[in-house]
């Protein structure tokens, strides 16, 4: 089996198995690989250690670039942005872990983060580097996400989700619908819209299923209970908006004007709020419920 590398302030080792090229060099290899790190990066990054054959043993830049071998390097970003404290440790036992994370934090590494993430947090929290998680939920999301705390015991997490044996309950703030009947369900096809990170609905056959209730109807807004029945990217966000009823402070799909990584008028009003199933483990019913509220003072 492969030595475990040790995880870096809590950051796993990431690793890539060099595929068919001619290179004069590892770096230059690397380089082109991943041309959005930069040649400089990489040579600091050679120069430190930090990249590292499975065993832990530090390549030099100049080592050649050998189809096939499993280069082993970590995630790093400059002038990492600060994440604030808030989440929580709701279920730690030997094959899961139940997390309950605040509007504004990533699940994963991504983009501008890497040790300021859910995931980094945990590994150093808990001391687990085998955490993964078993589904994601977007940064502006807050609420609960489930991590695999085994390997040995990871596919049968993964089947209870491919199975859809896990009943997932999201609520939202959004505006009324007062010319709709509920509950109802939206059923669409989801594809890549544009730009890249956008997902918009199409013809075509319905790969997305979301069940729509009012929880409770303000005069400005109401509280929505969301089920989704298929696990596609934002597919809570495009089919609220899809029913004119963008969730509040969401600037991707809401009509806020707010361009991508502009900053927000408050958290999107989005929770994942409970998840309830049957371990696969033991057999036991398993219920969860985020300790995070949604602004009530939006339905006024």
Not at 83 to 112: I, N, Q, W, Y
Not at 270 to 280: H, I, M, N, V
Not at 289 to 296: P, T
Request: hydrophobic share 35%; with cysteine.
């Amino acid at each position: 089996m492969p030595h475990s590398l040790p995880p870096s302030n809590g950051v796993v080792a990431s690793r890539v198995q060099l595929p068919h090229g001619k290179f004069a060099s590892l770096l230059d290899g690397l380089c082109t690989l991943f041309p959005h790190v930069g040649r400089d990066s990489w040579q600091d990054r050679f120069d430190r250690g930090r990249v590292m054959d499975c065993t832990g043993r530090a390549f030099t830049p100049e080592a050649p670039y050998r189809v096939g071998v499993e280069v082993h390097y970590y995630r790093e970003v400059h002038a990492e942005p600060r994440m604030p404290a808030g989440e929580r440790v709701l279920h730690v036992d030997a094959h899961l872990v139940v997390a309950d994370k605040p509007h504004g934090l990533p699940v994963m590494p991504s983009g501008r983060y890497a040790a300021e993430t859910l995931h980094a947090r945990l590994v150093r929290a808990l001391g687990n580097a085998h955490l993964v998680p078993l589904h994601r939920i977007d940064r502006d999301t807050a609420g609960l996400v489930l991590f695999s705390a085994d390997p040995r015991t990871r596919r049968h997490y993964h089947a209870l989700f491919s199975g859809r044996g896990i009943r997932k309950s999201y609520e939202a703030i959004a505006p009324p619908c007062p010319g709709l009947c509920f509950p109802l369900l939206r059923a669409s096809r989801l594809v890549r819209g544009e730009p890249f990170h956008r997902m918009q609905e199409s013809q075509g056959t319905p790969n997305s299923l979301t069940r729509i209730d009012v929880l409770e109807r303000g005069q400005g807004a109401w509280r929505y209970g969301l089920e989704p029945v298929s696990g596609r990217k934002h597919q809570l966000r495009v089919h609220m908006a899809a029913l004119g009823a963008p969730i509040l402070h969401d600037g991707l799909y809401g009509d806020t004007g707010r361009s991508r990584g502009s900053d927000p008028a408050g958290p999107l009003q989005l929770l994942a709020k409970s998840l309830r199933f049957t371990d696969p483990i033991d057999g036991s019913m398993r219920a969860y419920e985020s300790g995070f509220e949604l602004d009530s003072g939006h339905l006024d």
